[in-house]
């Protein structure tokens, strides 16, 4: 059972292009998280999703960033027309139910934006 | 509003050593979760542990330990036998049964000594 995978693993982008980065829950996980760490902090809550729809935003920047998780494929994080304050470690988490244990990360992204 | 505190930047352990990771939590909520993910150097989260705030009995994971007295809204990590690969990034995190995302501490810099 493949854990969560996320791609690409670093993503090189120059200031106002545009970064896509992939998650793809454990199998049989419906609820996919996105996260940021910049250097030295920890992580911040962004997006919470479930299958097509947007639960919970409240941690996404207003403009240029957004989130979707299909029907099929995988969850995407975009973010359009980059800044070198964009660059980061993403990491993608994926849940099975909510009053459990059964939350696993990805091994993140790290976007560096030149 | 749900807070996660960990009071300790950076703490030293001697090899086969126990050490205790603090961790405060505050939230409204009668139900939620408290997990314990690792992050060494190399960046990726590694989940180590997990309670649940109805479990009668503090949860273990070979080494690992959550101390969680739920009056004190406290759920410190006790890592046992220290070994050099435990130096690494700490982070405590909660999550409520209700919204599903994680809210994470800032995180405790943990470093075995031979």
């Known amino acids: 059972n493949a854990g969560v995978m996320q791609n690409p693993r670093h993503l090189v982008r120059r200031r106002g292009q545009e970064a896509r980065l992939r998650c793809s829950p454990m199998k049989g996980h419906s609820h996919v998280y996105w996260y940021r760490q910049l250097p030295e902090e920890g992580l911040k809550f962004m997006v919470y999703?479930?299958?097509?729809?947007?639960?919970?935003e409240s941690g996404m920047p207003k403009e240029r960033f957004s989130a979707e998780f299909p029907k099929e494929g995988p969850s995407i994080l975009r973010i359009q027309q980059v800044v070198r304050g964009d660059s980061a470690a993403y990491f993608c988490?994926?849940?099975?139910?909510?009053?459990?244990?059964?939350?696993?990360f990805g091994e993140g992204s790290r976007l560096t934006v030149l | 509003a749900q807070k996660i505190t960990q009071t300790q930047p950076g703490m030293f352990v001697q090899e086969k050593e126990a050490v205790t990771l603090d961790c405060t939590y505050d939230t409204s909520d009668p139900s939620y979760g408290l997990f314990w993910y690792k992050q060494p150097s190399s960046g990726e989260m590694i989940f180590l542990i997990y309670?649940?705030?109805?479990?009668?009995q503090n949860a273990t994971e070979g080494r690992y330990s959550l101390n969680f007295q739920k009056a004190r809204k406290s759920a410190n990590l006790v890592i046992s036998a220290s070994q050099l690969g435990d130096s690494a990034m700490y982070f405590c995190a909660m999550r409520d049964n209700q919204g599903g995302k994680l809210i994470f501490g800032q995180g405790t810099e943990l470093s075995v000594k031979p």
């Open positions: 309670q649940g705030s109805y479990d009668q």
């Open positions: 988490a994926s849940s099975g139910a909510l009053n459990t244990g059964e939350l696993f």
């Open positions: 999703l479930q299958k097509e729809n947007i639960i919970d």
